[in-house]
């Protein structure tokens, strides 16, 4: 059921179909099943029973060092060479790790110090600045000595139970390859405590040389050498603290880790990629709100990571946006880090089961973790939650424009379905996904683009939609109001599929109208039917001319033989009214426009003796003219600030498409030398249309155009000046300001260090 809520309560932040209705993953075996096979490695027992944790399987250790698996710190493969008075001998790293973290260790630098030791190439590189400024900035000597004296001692307990907790080799989740590997929530906190003490081999440097180039990082020594030089990189001491609060849960004495958490590499085949272009699927349900967060509110849907290519992106570095925070509060994620190759195309990353363990405020630079979270979310028979995480990766564009381009298209596309359709053959086959604004903000994507694609994934895998903007209100309302006229115009998905790349096609005549301004206009004038029947061919796509999308100060009349593009102002005698919007290719027709064809209408300047009442008309006539392209109307003002009544337009000869429909087209430009504008001046300067702005009278499109006759790098300024009508994205704003909010908030304000106890509390 649609409901538009604004009208019935204007607190609520939401539109769209009400979220109750949301097929959610409760009650529903999740996919996939805990069954073994050669896509499916389990490294414990089943079946597992209720509140039992989880017994490793084999009972003995296992040991493997090749490609196709994680090597373990505890093989004994795994070997260094020790330097000697006179030789050199190799010695195992496990003895060394056991016996460097069984000593005492009662500082950060001691703690370096013994991580070191077993990493010894790195003895004169590596400095843990974020480790030791945390102890002696962030916390006080009480908080410290309860950290080394109580929490560490777990922590590397926890590590050193490795040959017994992880008996079974784990598989490299390796590109093109489909297949699922599932922990224990004990298994991934001994992995997780062997990453923090930066155990693992040959997982320390990632050049493009070395052995895990395509794979993530794991080990903390990174993290640990960060430095937080300003108070803007404070963030770095909260993401510490959601790292500390994990491991002080699940090293507790009342912590039951019998849960259990699948990850899942899936691509997608040529042969199983949509065919988008000849879809024939109906845009699916949509909820949209401004309110709340995917984790938050997204419970038993397939919950969308924001992902990098290689998954947890800058977890273990500087970032701390969507898929870093979700890292973050849900630790168990990191562990794909040690087994994911990086994602190609069509391929995606699902994590299933995972618990979350701390609360969060902010975002980037104003991260803050809140205190310890406390899961409530049910669990399957296998003691899975209904928590299923689906990582894209989206493209980053340097040029934003490139985005629309087809092949980028395509591969956005093809990336989300990827992750959308997981388990389509499985009882969570119509499961909701709740998402956001992917591969926007650092990525620089479109949010208006990056929507509707994903609701088109949804569609091709017949899921409904619950997305969050964010608190951006503005966008629900855009976003919401596209779901609805496509829905009400029953567009399929592959006629968006088409509209995307005329939208395309014409961007480089059209830079400043937006994507949803596009389709509007293209589905209510039917131009994707002409490319429809035409049919795709790469590189030839049908232009749209500005005249399609004058706002504001032209109305624009149409009808089968005649064209008429009129631009008028009021008389200073008569009073002020606001010309209606017309769509040049709308059905309406006027007494002008019914005159018949002649080679005298193809141009018609009037022109009046005072400027206050002057008015310049300009008609084009063609026979079964479809659209317009390439007409350019430029307005002069005189030197007293006054619209020019002398504006002389020479219009060439109509061309035709390869449909044969006729075509108005403007080349030529002249401009009467009593508008007192020096022709050298404006030889080389492209106008920007004056309807593209917003104005608001005469006056202001005068000083426009002055803004624009001086030079064509004043653009901006007159984008500025006048608000452009394509806004830019909010998501870089609202950063900066939360940047700023957080720089004033530290001005002044003296650190209060607080207890560690008062880190760890859980809430009452």
Request: charged share 25%; proline share 4%.
């Amino acid at each position: 059921m649609e409901i538009d809520n604004i009208s019935n309560d204007e607190t609520k932040n939401w539109k769209g179909i009400d979220k109750s209705l949301l097929p959610r993953s409760f009650g529903k075996p999740l996919f996939p099943s805990l069954i073994p096979s050669l896509e499916h490695t389990l490294l414990f027992k089943i079946p597992i029973g209720i509140n039992n944790i989880p017994e490793a399987y084999p009972k003995e250790y296992c040991d493997t060092w090749d490609d196709n698996h994680v090597k373990m710190p505890c093989s004994r493969h795994n070997l260094f060479l020790v330097h000697h008075n006179i030789k050199s001998s190799k010695k195992n790293r496990w003895d060394v790790i056991t016996y460097s973290l069984l000593k005492p260790i009662l500082s950060s630098e001691e703690l370096e110090k013994a991580i070191i030791s077993y990493n010894p190439k790195y003895k004169d590189k590596w400095r843990f600045y974020l480790l030791h400024s945390f102890f002696d900035e962030c916390l006080n000597e009480e908080e410290t000595e309860e950290f080394f004296n109580n929490l560490l001692p777990k922590i590397i307990n926890l590590a050193l139970q490795l040959p017994t907790l992880v008996t079974k080799p784990i598989p490299l989740l390796k590109q093109t390859h489909n297949h699922s590997i599932s922990l224990s929530q004990m298994q991934i906190a001994c992995l997780l405590a062997n990453a923090f003490l930066c155990t693992f081999p040959h997982r320390n440097v990632s050049n493009s040389k070395s052995e895990y180039s395509e794979y993530p990082y794991i080990n903390f020594n990174g993290f640990f050498q960060l430095m937080v030089n300003s108070s803007s990189n404070h963030y770095l001491y909260e993401k510490l603290k959601c790292i500390i609060c994990y491991f002080k849960k699940v090293t507790s004495a009342n912590s039951v880790l019998n849960g259990v958490v699948t990850y899942s590499r899936r691509r997608l085949p040529s042969g199983d990629l949509p065919y988008w272009l000849q879809s024939t699927k109906k845009l699916t349900n949509l909820y949209i709100t401004s309110d709340g967060t995917i984790e938050d509110n997204g419970d038993g849907m397939l919950q969308v990571d924001f992902a990098n290519k290689f998954i947890g992106g800058g977890v273990l570095g500087h970032g701390s946006v969507q898929e870093e925070i979700r890292f973050l509060i849900c630790p168990e994620l990191l562990v794909s880090q040690l087994f994911s190759e990086k994602m190609l195309h069509t391929e995606a990353i699902i994590i299933t089961g995972v618990e979350r363990f701390s609360d969060y405020s902010g975002y980037a630079n104003s991260f803050e973790w809140k205190g310890v979270h406390t899961d409530v979310t049910p669990v399957d028979d296998n003691n899975r939650r209904y928590t299923t995480i689906v990582a894209i990766d989206a493209l980053y564009y340097n040029d934003p424009k490139n985005q629309f381009k087809t092949k980028n298209l395509r591969r956005e596309l093809h990336k989300s379905f990827a992750g959308f359709s997981w388990g389509q053959d499985s009882e969570c086959s119509d499961v909701a996904i709740a998402t956001g604004n992917w591969g926007c903000g650092a990525f620089r994507g479109d949010c208006h683009l990056k929507s509707l694609l994903q609701l088109m994934s949804a569609a091709q895998a017949n899921r409904d939609v619950a997305y969050f903007t964010f608190g951006d209100t503005k966008l629900m309302d855009s976003i919401h109001s596209m779901h609805t006229f496509l829905k009400s115009k029953n567009i399929t998905v592959g006629e968006v599929s088409r509209i995307l790349i005329k939208y395309y096609a014409c961007l480089e005549t059209l830079p400043y109208v937006g994507v949803h301004d596009y389709i509007y206009d293209a589905i209510t004038n039917k131009d994707w039917q002409v490319f429809e029947n035409k049919g795709y061919q790469s590189g030839i796509f049908p232009q749209y001319s500005q005249n399609q999308f004058l706002r504001n100060n032209y109305k624009a009349v149409e009808s089968n033989t005649t064209r008429v593009l009129q631009a008028s102002k009021t008389s200073s005698t008569e009073n002020d009214q606001t010309l209606e919007q017309s769509h040049p290719c709308s059905s309406s027709t006027s007494a002008e426009s019914s005159k018949p064809y002649s080679s005298s209408n193809l141009l018609k300047s009037t022109e009046e003796s005072q400027a206050s009442s002057s008015s310049n008309i300009v008609k084009f006539t063609s026979d079964e003219t479809k659209c317009c392209l390439n007409t350019t109307f430029i307005e002069s003002p005189s030197e007293e600030s006054q619209l020019s009544s002398s504006l002389r337009i020479i219009e060439s000869t109509p061309e035709k498409l390869e449909d044969e429909t006729e075509l108005v087209h403007v080349d030529n430009i002249a401009i009467d030398a009593t508008d007192h504008i020096n022709k050298q001046d404006t030889q080389d300067v492209r106008f920007l249309p004056v309807n593209q702005f917003r104005l608001n009278n005469d006056k202001e499109r005068t000083m426009c155009i002055n803004q624009q006759k001086n030079s064509w790098l004043q653009l901006n300024d007159s984008k500025k000046d006048f608000q452009s009508a394509i806004e830019k994205s909010s998501v870089t704003g609202q950063l900066s300001i939360l940047k700023r909010d957080r720089e004033e908030n530290d001005k002044g304000k003296r650190v209060v260090k607080r207890k560690i106890s008062d880190y760890f509390s859980p809430k009452r």
